[in-house]
């Protein structure tokens, strides 16, 4: 998690807020927009981007005395500016610092750098992972046959790797969805009119200037804000990583579900304990550990979607508590995508179990019986009425062997090339085109 906070944290908000107080500096000063004819030279350009490389433990520390001092955290940074200015004697540029800026300017900006790091370089690549490790399982298992439980019950078999592709599929979707998100950013002062800008230097295009330095920062510039950035796009991320973490969750619960049925059997790790008194025992922590987490980054994540697009009239301060939470709950979705990664990795399938149940299940066959005969019926090579009632009776809730189903099928008044292709019919074999349903359509 070490690397998710270094972008939502405390510390990693206030290295993006010194970022953006920098380049709006710098973007001031080069192009000369308020006509002081006083540049940033290239090398103190970079001694200040430096400031933002080389943020330290030691600058946290400053900011913090000088914020117990100011009460407002965006004053403590527009100071701390102005010092980095004083140390390279330019102090001349101080009041350049922060020029035409409501502490919103900053901090939306700040936000969307850090989360839009946070999703791109620590999120996504853990989920990719997990995605890898899922598909490379699916491949695995793509031609061992398996029992489908439909509520629960036995159904028209279909193969491992076919349901381990559904789910890499609906995961894959989702982080598509993420990938696509806009960061966006407003830069237009203190209810996003650009008032204080054009009574300073009215003969500069505000609007132009405040779109070139969103961009530049790599956001997506919101012309139409109050003071605030509304926050719609922070809503839509949460909510698809929420629905990433609820797919997510489906597959932790089917997969506990398999071990509980002996499908999978997982992996003893060496030196683990499954169960303080019951030593035969290896429990699927990982899959429980991943569900809890996901829930409550959903929780938090849900809470933050909700919220955030709400801020009454012009500007109100909801959203500066709900924002510290953020962090949170990709922190909880980073934990259940670890714990579910590493749990693929522990655990291996039990082809003889998966046999087993099917061979316990001829019963599920009725399903092609049934529509073979009304595919003959339509044909006009049988008389049959009713041919789903006729298996009803043989099937429902009765456990049913091979022999019964052969005797069934040689008395049907169906073609015999239509008799033979069912007595030659088995479960395992009964999978309809799962195989290549997942080899053609999957990753």
């Known amino acids: 998690m070490g690397q998710l906070g270094e972008h939502l944290s405390e510390a990693g908000l206030n290295r993006a807020r010194i970022q953006v107080e920098i380049e709006w500096l710098i973007h001031l000063a080069n192009r000369d ?3 002081t004819n006083n540049p940033i030279l290239k090398p103190e350009a970079e001694t200040l981007r430096a400031v933002v490389s080389n943020f330290s433990d030691d600058d946290v520390a400053t900011l913090a005395e000088t914020e117990a001092t100011t009460k407002h955290d965006v004053k403590a940074v527009e100071y701390f500016i102005r010092d980095k200015l004083a140390e390279i ?36 690549p853990k989920a990719e992972a997990l995605l890898a490790k899922l598909n490379e399982q699916a491949h695995k298992y793509v031609a061992v046959p398996m029992l489908s439980r439909t509520h629960g019950q036995p159904a028209t078999p279909t193969t491992m790797g076919k349901e381990l592709q559904v789910f890499v599929h609906r995961l894959r979707r989702q982080i598509e969805r993420i990938e696509k998100i806009e960061y966006l950013g407003k830069f237009s002062g203190a209810t996003g009119t650009f008032s204080a800008h054009v009574v300073a230097a009215p003969e500069v295009d505000w609007v132009k200037e405040s779109k070139d ?24 991320l949460y909510t698809a990583v929420a629905h990433f973490n609820r797919i997510l969750h489906n597959l932790c619960t089917d997969i506990w579900t398999y071990i509980s049925l002996g499908y999978f059997k997982q992996i003893p790790q060496v030196g683990a304990t499954g169960s303080s008194t019951m030593p035969h025992k290896v429990n699927p922590i990982r899959f429980e550990n991943a569900e809890s987490n996901l829930e409550l980054s959903c929780a938090v994540l849900d809470s933050l979607s909700a919220t955030l697009v709400t801020s009454r009239m012009q500007r109100d301060l909801t959203d500066s508590s709900s924002q510290r939470n953020i962090g949170l709950g990709f922190g909880h979705s980073m934990l259940a995508l670890d714990n579910a990664t590493r749990g693929l990795g522990e655990i291996e399938l039990s082809p003889g179990v998966l046999e087993a149940d099917l061979l316990d299940n001829w019963e599920v066959l009725g399903e092609a019986i049934q529509t073979v005969i009304r595919a003959e019926v339509a044909a006009g090579r049988s008389k049959i009425s009713d041919p ?28 015999e090339e239509a008799k033979n292709r069912l007595i030659v019919l088995r479960p395992s074999t009964y ?13």
């Open 388 to 415: 789903y009632a006729l298996l009803k009776e043989l099937t429902r809730g009765k456990r049913i062997g091979h022999e019964e189903l052969i005797e069934f099928v040689k008395g049907l008044d169906i073609s």
């Open 213 to 236: 330095f969103v961009t530049s920062l790599g956001l997506t510039w919101n012309p139409l804000t109050t003071q605030i950035e509304s926050h719609d796009w922070q809503a839509e």
């Open 89 to 124: 004697n330019r102090g001349d540029l101080a009041e350049l610092t922060h020029f035409g800026c409501t502490s919103e300017d900053i901090n939306n900006l700040s936000y969307a750098i850090t989360v839009r790091d946070a999703v791109k370089d620590v999120w996504l």
């Open 431 to 443: 999978t309809g085109l799962a195989q290549e349903l997942a080899e053609r359509f999957g990753e």
């Open 33 to 35: 927009l308020l006509g």
